[in-house]
């Protein structure tokens, strides 16, 4: 159970659609510990995983999940055989209510597919660009397009395997999205260096200095998922006692969905108060987007450290496990962004570099639509020459058969009688 939970929770959405999982109560000695108030809580939300097919995929679990059958196997099939496709093979046995909905399913998502990808070609085709017809069948690796009408065993199997596939690559995706992010920012601030004199420069990159040590002055950031780290959570965000700090207690507190586990996103909302002391959103110097990549590699830090069989969930006892290691007790202090540059100094001049090249293209397409317009432009000068001298061709073959033609018979007649005789 715990793979297949793992691959939704860390998409952000098995919350909302693995909704059989049962609250662990949460048992404290309330002699020791005062409690905040209680609330209700709230149900998760569904939050999006980042997946072209997140919708479909979502669907297609909350249906699976109404099956009896399949959610007993569910819950006693473990990560090897998930991975393997032996629960694949289990919808054979779902009810065929379940079945039909999951044909109906894949139907839409194919035509949501065609109808995307003929727009794209459309458009790329359209812009003179050459079609990548195999990104395009890319698209559709999470189900089996050469049968687009019924759900098969084949369609829950690449579901799952595309869903892992990706799922491992989308936190690579976006530490590289965020490089990409922090060297153009460095790139268009050199850009514009260039645009000021002596003087400018001068004071621009006095600001820019005077931002960079205002950001690096906070208060100590906590090593992510270390003891101290949680007993500021403990204290500041629940209102405890440090002293009575008690992990299994911190645990069950903050499993938001109360299925035992620590999902991603539960993870990464112990956070927020070692994230406050570094970011702060009304100030010049903090960037929202390094904040989010400093609470990914917090995660990532943690789950690396915690997460023994790799599901991507912290078990309740993998959680107590950790808290008796040495990096829990005594830990390393924690290098933020501003102590570790995201990119290298050859990766940034191999990115200016691809900047140059794409901006030579660009000005070549430019100059090239430039001479296209101006070709057409004399093209359409000609051709309004030409409907010129026509026309006055024809006006002037009016004139020559007006002339050349004799006149009327009474013009003729008066003509006569002018004439003298003799």
Same mark, same amino acid.
């Given at each position: 159970m715990s793979y297949l939970k793992g691959l939704? %929770?860390?998409?952000l959405v098995l919350a909302s659609v693995m909704s059989w999982a049962k609250a662990v109560p949460i048992s404290i000695d309330k002699t020791k510990v005062k409690l905040p108030e209680e609330t209700v809580k709230? =149900? =998760? #939300? &569904?939050?999006? %995983?980042?997946l072209h097919y997140d919708r479909y995929l979502r669907e297609v679990i909350d249906f699976l999940e109404k099956d009896q059958h399949f959610r007993e196997k569910l819950h006693n099939t473990d990560m090897e055989d998930i991975k393997q496709g032996k629960l694949a093979k289990e919808l054979d046995f779902v009810s065929h209510h379940v079945r039909t909905k999951l044909d109906e399913l894949k139907r839409q @998502?194919? &035509?949501? !597919?065609? %109808?995307l990808i003929k727009a794209k070609q459309d458009i790329e085709g359209g812009n003179g660009k050459n079609v990548d017809h195999q990104a395009l069948l890319k698209q559709f690796e999470h189900l089996n397009h050469m049968n687009p009408h019924t759900f098969e065993v084949e369609d829950l199997d690449r579901l799952i395997k595309s869903a892992t596939k990706d799922l491992e690559n989308y936190d690579k995706e976006r530490h590289e999205e965020f490089k990409r992010y922090e060297m153009m920012k460095e790139h268009e601030r050199r850009e514009h260096l260039k645009t000021l004199d002596e003087e400018g420069r001068r004071k621009e990159e006095e /600001?820019? @200095?005077e931002m960079k040590k205002? /950001? $690096?002055d906070h208060p100590k950031v906590n090593h992510p998922g270390s003891k101290d780290q949680l007993k500021e959570v403990w204290e500041e965000a629940d209102g405890l006692d440090p002293e009575d700090f008690d992990p299994k207690t911190f645990f069950n507190l903050h499993d938001a969905n109360g299925d035992g586990f620590f999902d991603e996103q539960e993870l990464e909302a112990l956070f927020t108060k070692e994230l406050e002391k570094i970011y702060d959103p009304t100030n010049e110097e903090d960037d929202m987007v390094e904040m989010e990549e400093e609470r990914l590699r917090m995660r990532e830090h943690v789950m690396n450290e915690v997460d023994s069989n790799k599901d991507r969930l912290v078990s !309740?006892? @993998?959680?107590l496990v950790a808290t008796k290691k040495k990096e829990f007790l005594e830990p390393d202090s924690w290098e933020t962004l501003e102590q570790n540059q995201a990119y290298t100094d050859e990766e940034m001049r @191999?990115? +200016? +570099? #691809? !900047? $140059?090249r794409q901006e030579e293209d660009l000005n070549l397409k430019a100059a090239d639509l430039q001479k296209q317009r101006e070709d057409l432009e004399r093209q359409q000068e000609q051709l309004n020459a030409q409907k010129v001298e026509l026309q006055q $061709?024809? +006006? /002037?073959?009016?004139?020559?058969? %007006?002339q050349k033609d004799p006149p009327p018979p009474e013009m003729q007649l008066q003509c006569i009688s002018c004439k003298p005789f003799g």
């Open positions: 939704l %929770t860390s998409c709230e =149900p =998760p #939300q &569904s939050v999006d %995983t980042g @998502e194919v &035509s949501r !597919l065609r %109808t /600001h820019y @200095e205002k /950001h $690096a !309740l006892d @993998e959680f @191999e990115f +200016e +570099e #691809q !900047l $140059a $061709a024809v +006006e /002037h073959m009016e004139r020559l058969k %007006t």
